[in-house]
């Protein structure tokens, strides 16, 4: 079953990391995508991600964007065979090779969750 953004963020907000993998090559993304980036396939169904993950890379936001406050980390973290763009914890700093644990979403104004992690 394909994967839609609204049911994505829904499932994030419950604390469930959705991504989808593709039918045809396989590869797995940790958002919803309706064509797949690799193969150009149509056929990406939803699938559950691990919680664990590990800290792929990592850039320090010391002026972030109205409605935040900073400086905060951004990651994009590593949870099985996809990578998230993710929000590390605001009292948590990581760097690149951390293990790291979902910890909830994190939402702006604009209604877009973003998947946090802290620490594991
Ligand atoms: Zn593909």
């Not at 309706?34 to 320090?60: F, I």
């Not at 979403?105 to 604009?110: R, T």
């Amino acid at each position: 079953m394909s994967l839609s953004y609204d049911e994505w963020a829904a499932s994030l907000r419950e604390g469930t990391l959705l991504g989808v993998t593709c039918a045809d090559c396989g590869t797995t993304y940790g958002t919803p995508f309706s064509v797949c980036n690799e193969c150009g396939g149509r056929d990406l169904d939803a699938t559950d991600l691990p919680e664990d993950g590990e800290v792929y890379s990592v850039t320090t936001v010391n002026v972030p964007p109205v409605g935040f406050e900073g400086p905060y980390q951004v990651a994009l973290v590593q949870v099985g065979p996809a990578r998230v763009t993710a929000r590390i914890a605001d009292d948590d700093e990581v760097d690149i090779g951390d293990g790291v644990v979902l910890d909830g979403a994190m939402e702006a104004d604009d209604g877009h969750p973003a998947p946090v992690f802290r620490r594991a």
